[in-house]
């Protein structure tokens, strides 16, 4: 069993709708979780992170957590076109190591 | 605007030679990593750097090693390079998130380097 598991994709959605993007974890000990963005042939670049339960906001994104479920979600509010684009879920298992999925896939249909 | 720079962005090698992958940030940063990224696998740890000449496994070293002479720089070598190491290799370096939460590694990426083993 991978640590990290998303679904890989393609996610299309219409321009202006909402993507939600979903990412298990295994490792109960991890403690802090990422969300990057990775365009293609480029390199992935941090979204956002979180620690706690419950719900962080940044602008147009949402990121979700669920310890108990082991659970964390990115919504992207009103998709735009820029937002096409591979997903990259991380957990933290300590202060170096950071255990990643392998992806999602996001295209945004104008 | 900070940055972390890798020395080749692609390159191409025969089997059984030796390979360098460089890799500089000038961020300060204390941590340094060597990630390979293959399709449906995602980003695999190779081995990280937590201070100068100090080097960790991650989860795919065999194969593979590091060198890490000074703070900015990080080496990763492939002693004897194999055709199951076509790959894309990124960098990365972290500094630690002084907000009293749990550990957090916050990563800036270098561009990568592609390469084929031949």
């Known amino acids: 069993q991978k640590e990290v598991e998303q679904n890989s994709g393609p996610l299309s959605v219409p321009e202006g709708a909402i993507a939600s993007l979903n990412c298990t974890y295994s490792d109960r000990g991890s403690q802090s979780f990422f969300w990057y963005r990775q365009y293609s042939g480029k390199s992935p670049e941090l979204i956002m992170f979180?620690?706690?339960?419950g719900d962080k906001e940044d602008g147009r994104f949402t990121a979700q957590l669920n310890k108990a479920s082991q659970y964390v979600s990115l919504l992207i509010r009103d998709s735009q076109p820029s937002d096409s684009a591979t997903y990259l879920c991380?957990?933290?298992?300590?202060?170096?190591?950071?255990?990643f999925g392998a992806g999602t896939t996001v295209t945004v249909r104008a | 605007d900070v940055k972390v720079t890798q020395s080749s962005r692609y390159l191409v090698k025969r089997t059984g030679e030796k390979v360098f992958l460089e890799c500089v940030q000038d961020m300060d940063h204390e941590n340094m990593f060597w990630y390979r990224q293959d399709p449906g696998l995602g980003l695999r740890l190779i081995y990280f750097?937590?201070?100068?000449?100090?080097?960790e496994k991650g989860d795919i070293p065999e194969g593979y090693s590091v060198s890490r002479e000074k703070k900015e720089r990080f080496s990763l070598i492939l002693e004897s390079a194999s055709t199951n190491q076509t790959s894309m290799y990124l960098c990365?370096?972290?500094?630690?998130?002084?907000?009293?939460?749990?550990?957090?590694?916050?990563?800036?990426f270098g561009a990568g380097s592609r390469l084929t083993v031949l």
């Open positions: 750097s937590y201070d100068v000449k100090m080097k």
């Open positions: 990365a370096s972290s500094f630690i998130i002084g907000t009293g939460e749990p550990g957090a590694n916050v990563l800036t």
């Open positions: 979180i620690y706690s339960n």
């Open positions: 991380a957990a933290g298992i300590n202060d170096y190591k950071l255990s």
